[in-house]
Each structure stands twice: as C-alpha cells, then as structure tokens.
T-cell receptor, first 115, second 115 residues
C-alpha cells in the first residue's frame, strides 16, 4: 500500500534548539497535513499545505510543501518543553488505490527532552 | 466547543464479546472516520463515511462494522472482539471529502484492551 516515510523516527531536543523533520513518499500529494499528538490525546492539526512550494508558519512552526509534491518538511524554532510529543505527517495521495480523499499517515517523529 | 467526542475513553473486553464505540461531532462536518493506532504505527483507516447515509471500507475493515446514525454521530462496532483488536481507536471528522480542503479533526481516543 501507500506509505509515508517520516524521518527521524525519534529525536531528543534541548530547550532553545531548532528542530527539523521531514516526510517523503513515492506518490504525489495535493495536500500535506502536519499533526501533533500528546500522550493520551488525539492528533491535533498544526499546519495544512495545499500548493507545491508553499511555505506556511504557525507561531514557531514552519512547514513546506516540497516542489516535487512528494515530500514535506516541518521546522520548529527555539523549542520549548511543551513541544515534546509525536509529530505525524498525513495526506491524500493522488492516484491512491483507495478512495480519493482518504488520508494516509506516517509513523511519526517522536520528540523527547534530552536528559 | 467540544469538537469530536468519543465514548467510552477506556474499555476492557473478553475475547468474543461485542461492543460499540460512539463518536459525535458538533462542527456540522459532512465526513467522519474511524482509525486505529497501534504502538509505533501511524493511524490506519478502518471505515469512513463521506456523507450522511454512506459508509465505506478503509485500509483495515475486517472485524468491524459502522453506522452513520445521523450527521453528528458515527459508531464503530466490534461484533466478536479478538486480542488483535487491542488498540487505541480514534474518530475524526472533516468538513468535506475528496477535496483538497479537508483537514481532519480528531477525538481523544478510546483505549480498548481485549483479553
């Protein structure tokens, strides 16, 4: 089936550091979504991207829709402790074998605080 | 301002028992979804309802049934629970289906254990 590959799988952050993560696929997407999940809660939408090359910010978060339409990037600047959690990318791939409009999700990037 | 509400939050079942997970949204969204999330995995779509009166299978529908009771409510039923169905179940909704502008909004999940 379709897959979204997120990298890195996990990372440790120190307060104040910038964080980068990405999501790649062999399929073309028309929409990229970035979600954050805190323990015991459902995913919360952070940023939605709708156009190749688009760069969108939400506070300290910035996400980009890759030019090839097969990847997306999320950056967090000046991280703070509450940034800890799992970040998922998701999107409806074009020419998906299932119904158009259904989302597929990456396996997530887990952000933890450096001990 | 509840968004997507799921009940129950936790449930323990014995193998072979049946139960229904409830989901309701107050955002007047047309489309609703059921996902399962297993450790280290992204979310996988079980069933979805693109609009009131329609339901369709997602990626992992076996062992489940759904009912779109009305525009607000979408339930997931396990007829004969199996240990492999131990998971966290998330309900989501979106304004529309099959368009680019369809970010999904999630409930906080139902944690289900099958013994």
């Amino acid at each position: 089936g379709q897959q979204l590959n997120q990298s890195p799988q996990s990372m440790f952050i120190q307060e104040g550091e910038d964080v980068s993560m990405n999501c790649t696929s062999s399929s073309i997407f028309n929409t990229w979504l970035w979600y954050k999940q805190d323990p015991g809660e459902g995913p919360v939408l952070l940023i939605a991207l709708y156009k190749a090359g688009e760069l969108t910010s939400n506070g300290r978060l910035t996400a980009q829709f890759g030019i090839t339409r097969k990847d997306s990037f999320l950056n967090i600047s000046a991280s703070i402790p509450s940034d800890v959690g799992i970040y998922f990318c998701a999107g409806p791939p074009v020419n998906y074998g299932g119904s158009q409009g259904n989302l597929i999700f990456g396996k997530g990037t887990k952000l933890s605080v450096k001990p | 301002n509840a968004g997507v509400t799921q009940t129950p939050k936790f449930q323990v079942l014995k193998t072979g028992q049946s139960m229904t997970l409830q989901c309701a949204q107050d955002m007047n969204h047309n489309s609703m979804y059921w996902y399962r999330q297993d450790p280290g995995m992204g979310l996988r779509l079980i069933y979805y309802s693109a609009s009131e009166g329609t339901t369709d299978k997602g990626e992992v529908p076996n062992g489940y049934n759904v009912s779109r009771l009305n525009k607000r409510e979408f339930s997931l039923r396990l007829e004969s629970a199996a240990p492999s169905q131990t998971s966290v179940y998330f309900c989501a909704s979106s304004e529309a289906f099959g368009t680019d502008n369809q970010p999904q909004h999630f409930g906080d999940g139902t944690r289900l254990s099958i013994l």
